[in-house]
């Protein structure tokens, strides 16, 4: 079983920054995409950023320029910096985890499917 932990959400004023943290814990062996999406009340999730074990990274148009995502490796856990918020980037942010291999009695398993994290309010005020 895999969990996903975030942090680093809150209150911030227009223009001002927050970085969100995401922990991946269990039996892990390799994660192939994490992720960051958001979910703005009366609207569908949507991608935010995500990031390859390979370092590949991928933004949605409307943060490229503002956000950047990291991610270490050896800990499973990634980062989402957010800078020049607008009150537009109000919403949950969750943290997701694809392409996983756990270790389960010294040998490596597909997980089928992919997995979240409770969320992360972000509020940007104007």
């Known amino acids: 079983q895999v969990q996903l932990v975030e942090s680093g959400g809150g209150l911030v004023q227009a223009g001002g920054s927050l970085t969100l943290s995401c922990a991946a814990s269990?039996?892990?062996?390799?994660?192939?995409?994490m992720g960051w999406y958001r979910q703005a009340p009366g609207k569908e999730r949507e991608l935010v950023a995500t990031?390859?074990?390979?370092?590949?990274?991928t933004y949605a148009e409307s943060v490229k320029g503002r956000f950047s995502i990291a991610k270490d490796n050896a800990q499973h856990t990634i980062f989402l910096q957010m800078n020049g918020l607008r009150p537009e980037d109000t919403a949950v942010y969750h943290c997701n985890a694809d392409q996983v291999y756990t270790m389960v009695g010294g040998n490596v398993h597909f997980t089928e499917g992919d997995y979240w994290g409770q969320g992360t309010q972000v509020t940007v005020s104007s």
């Open positions: 990031i390859t074990s390979g370092l590949i990274t």
């Open positions: 269990g039996s892990i062996f390799s994660i192939g995409v």
